[in-house]
């Protein structure tokens, strides 16, 4: 989905070479509704088997506000992206006001997906994640100001959330996460608050795109295969860095987990048991690994064997029956 859209800018670019001026005044609109709408139909229908396959329980409601929203948040963004390089391209200044626009349609379109997913976080003030992520939260000098339980609904997510000063865990973590695996989780979503990782990855992409866009305006003409090279680079560049600074925020909160938790074996399970449970491939390819914003699970189980020292052995025995159980 990501490389679609400079592959559809090129095209768009491609088809009308021979008129400059068609290229330079065209409505944006040529260039966004016929993508978007393509990848909202496909997602549709990736929903709808997404939901057959894994037994979600997604009406046609769901899966229409599901599809629109992730389409919103990704791909409408990346194209109002490339319409507002292209505003720039041709030296008019609103290619930044675009920019904005494309930066205001992916949050916006974040916040939303969140809730069609039934992402709706409920204040608790009581119970086993209240009370440990009071404790966890004063032992790694974090302010807490709210715990939240995320349920579980009919997407079947399975999650642990940080924003601001509040944690937010899908409640279906206590049936099967307890005592220092769940200290692991929360001690978690405690670095990302500690370290301000939110909003630190918002100020780098958005610091990404106005450089690129500034770049962009002061950039002379270019044949187009120069321009077909730049639109995959402008798209993906800041997509892949933004992507290996989530990875690197994950690593850093796995450590400063164990740290505070002191137990490496038990971050082990914890991380083990949810991308079993969650069906998250456990290892996958470089490439595959550019385009994702958590590392597989053998990278980060080995990161946590280091910082733990755990033995060899011991991560052996656990990935043995990984392997067994996925295969049963």
């Given at each position: 989905?990501?490389?679609?859209v400079?592959?559809?800018?090129?095209?768009?670019?491609?088809?009308?070479k021979?008129?400059?001026?068609?290229?330079?005044?065209?409505?944006?609109s040529f260039?966004?509704?016929?993508?978007?709408i393509?990848?909202m139909?496909?997602?549709?229908?990736?929903?709808?088997?997404n939901?057959?396959?894994?037994?979600k329980?997604?009406?046609?409601?769901?899966?229409?506000?599901l599809?629109?929203?992730?389409?919103v948040?990704?791909?409408?963004?990346?194209?109002l992206?490339?319409?507002?390089?292209e505003?720039?391209?041709?030296?008019?200044?609103?290619g930044?006001?675009?920019?904005?626009?494309a930066?205001?349609?992916?949050?916006?379109?974040?916040?939303?997906?969140?809730?069609?997913?039934?992402?709706?976080?409920?204040?608790?003030k009581?119970?086993e994640?209240?009370k440990?992520?009071?404790?966890?939260?004063?032992r790694?000098?974090?302010?807490?100001?709210?715990?939240?339980?995320?349920?579980?609904?009919r997407?079947?997510?399975?999650?642990?959330?940080a924003?601001?000063?509040?944690?937010?865990v899908?409640?279906?973590?206590?049936?099967?996460?307890h005592?220092?695996e769940?200290?692991?989780v929360?001690?978690?979503?405690l670095?990302?608050?500690?370290?301000?990782d939110?909003v630190?990855?918002?100020?780098v992409?958005?610091?990404?795109?106005?450089?690129l866009?500034a770049a962009?305006f002061?950039l002379?003409?270019?044949p187009?295969?120069?321009?077909?090279?730049?639109?995959?680079?402008?798209?993906?560049i800041p997509?892949?860095?933004?992507?290996?600074?989530?990875?690197?925020?994950?690593?850093?909160?796995?450590?400063?987990a164990?740290?505070?938790t002191?137990?490496p074996?038990?971050?082990?399970?914890?991380?083990?048991s949810?991308?079993?449970r969650?069906?998250?491939?456990?290892e996958?390819?470089?490439f595959?690994?550019?385009?994702?914003?958590?590392?597989?699970?053998?990278?980060?189980?080995?990161?946590?064997?280091?910082?733990?020292?755990?033995?060899?052995?011991y991560?052996?025995?656990?990935?043995a029956g990984f392997?067994?159980?996925?295969a049963?």
């Open positions: 989905m990501t490389l679609a400079p592959v559809w800018w090129s095209l768009f670019l491609f088809v009308n021979a008129d400059a001026a068609f290229i330079d005044s065209a409505p944006r260039l966004a509704l016929p993508l978007a393509s990848v139909i496909a997602r549709m229908v990736t929903f709808r088997a939901a057959k396959v894994f037994e329980q997604w009406t046609g409601r769901d899966i229409l506000r599809a629109f929203w992730r389409t948040s990704s791909t409408v963004a990346l194209v992206v490339a319409a507002a390089l505003d720039l391209y041709s030296g008019r200044l609103a930044f006001a675009l920019m904005f626009v930066g205001a349609a992916a949050l916006i379109g974040k916040i939303q997906l969140n809730a069609a997913e039934g992402l709706t976080p409920r204040p608790v009581s119970g994640l209240y440990r992520s009071v404790v966890m939260s004063k790694m000098g974090v302010h807490l100001r709210r715990v939240c339980v995320v349920p579980f609904g997407g079947k997510l399975t999650n642990a959330y924003g601001g000063a509040q944690i937010a899908t409640d279906d973590y206590g049936h099967w996460l005592g220092a769940l200290d692991f929360i001690g978690h979503e670095s990302h608050i500690k370290h301000k939110a630190n990855q918002l100020m992409v958005a610091s990404m795109f106005v450089a866009g962009t002061f002379p003409r270019m187009l295969s120069l321009r077909i090279i730049f639109n995959f680079g402008a798209i993906l997509l892949v860095a933004l992507y290996a600074l989530s990875r690197r925020y994950e690593y850093a909160a796995d450590r400063s164990v740290e505070a002191g137990e074996e038990a971050g082990i399970h914890s991380l083990v949810l991308y079993r969650c069906e998250v491939p456990d996958q390819s470089r595959i690994e550019l385009f994702s914003t958590h590392p597989a699970l053998w990278p980060r189980v080995a990161a946590i064997a280091r910082v733990g020292r755990v033995s060899p052995e991560i052996s025995n656990i990935r392997a067994g159980i996925s049963d």
